[in-house]
């Protein structure tokens, strides 16, 4: 057998051995300082990434390090509080492992939140941003023998993020008294911060955030025919001159998470109770 369908496997056994029976019908992977909203989460049960057999642990900073499964908005839900990242030294087959696992647990729908740095001049530090479409700029997950059982060679990304969840959540998002954006989210693999060069590029490639996760996770989740709603958290606004001071630091990117995670607990509350 197929050695990463074996992980798989043996790691997703083991999560639906620690849920007592129940079935989740989405998963949420949150960002960097976003794991607020696993926390309230009703009758968890919480699993740290550590305990599971086959399973990559985070190393970074605003990323606890564990599968959170219990009810939000009515629905029984997983989420992740914490996510693996291409730089961290993980191919991209282990990190997105966790999609895989959360697709044999039975989900249908996939949320993505992440921290990101504003490209687009219109953005500002804690605006909350829908995820329209991408552009990667990391090695495609899916390269190598492709995994038949969960969806085919050459799937489409027409429409990686779904096009109902967006308007179901700027409906939400009205009716809470705050309003969202819709931009294009560039993935990078970092660590290192973008170069006002490279900033300058991608925002001449047409994309308003730039960060260093998401899109590997969105593309092995649309490959399993997964629905995806993605969000974006602005952290910081990306430096377009070559100037001495570093304006990037990750700690104030944790911070200004934590400070919109309240605008976004509300949304993703009503979204999945909506499902």
Same mark, same amino acid.
């Given at each position: 057998m197929d050695e990463r369908i074996t992980r798989i496997n043996t790691a997703a056994s083991f999560i639906e051995s !620690? &849920?007592? @029976? !129940?079935?989740? $019908?989405?998963?949420?992977? *949150? @960002?960097? @300082? /976003?794991?607020? /909203?696993?926390? $309230?989460?009703e009758d968890p049960i919480i699993i740290p990434y550590t305990k599971i057999p086959c399973f990559p642990v985070s190393s970074v900073i605003g990323h606890k390090g564990n599968f959170i499964c219990g009810n939000l908005g009515g629905k029984c839900v997983i989420a992740m509080q914490g996510r693996f990242h291409y730089y961290e030294g993980y191919s991209m087959s282990t990190l997105t492992l966790p999609v895989r696992v959360m697709c044999k647990l039975g989900i249908k729908y996939l949320f993505v939140s992440n921290a990101a740095g504003a490209l687009n001049p219109e953005y500002k530090v804690g605006d909350t941003i829908i995820i329209k479409d991408? $552009?990667?700029?990391?090695?495609?997950? &899916?390269?190598?023998p492709n995994m038949d059982d969960f969806g085919p060679r050459f799937p489409d990304m027409t429409c990686p #993020? +779904? /096009?109902? *969840?967006?308007?179901? %959540? *700027? +409906?939400? %998002?009205?009716? &809470? @008294?705050?309003? /969202?954006? =819709?931009?294009? #989210?560039f993935g990078g693999s970092g660590p290192s911060y973008e170069t006002p060069a490279e900033v300058r590029f991608f925002r001449a490639s047409g994309a308003d955030l730039v960060g260093m996760s998401t899109v590997p996770e969105v593309i092995v989740a649309r490959h399993s025919g997964l629905r995806v709603f993605g969000m974006?958290?602005?952290?910081?606004?990306?430096?377009?001159?070559n100037v001495e001071r570093n304006f990037n630091d990750g700690e104030d990117v944790v911070q200004q998470a934590n400070a %919109?995670?309240? =605008?976004? $607990?509300?949304?993703?509350?009503k979204m999945i109770e909506s499902l």
């Open positions: !620690r &849920l007592e @029976g !129940r079935k989740p $019908i989405a998963a949420i992977i *949150l @960002g960097s @300082g /976003l794991g607020q /909203l696993a926390e $309230i989460i991408h $552009i990667n700029f990391m090695p495609n997950p &899916l390269i190598g #993020y +779904d /096009l109902e *969840l967006q308007q179901k %959540a *700027l +409906d939400i %998002a009205a009716e &809470l @008294g705050f309003k /969202l954006h =819709r931009g294009i #989210y974006s958290v602005v952290t910081n606004v990306c430096n377009t001159e %919109a995670t309240k =605008r976004m $607990i509300p949304l993703f509350t």
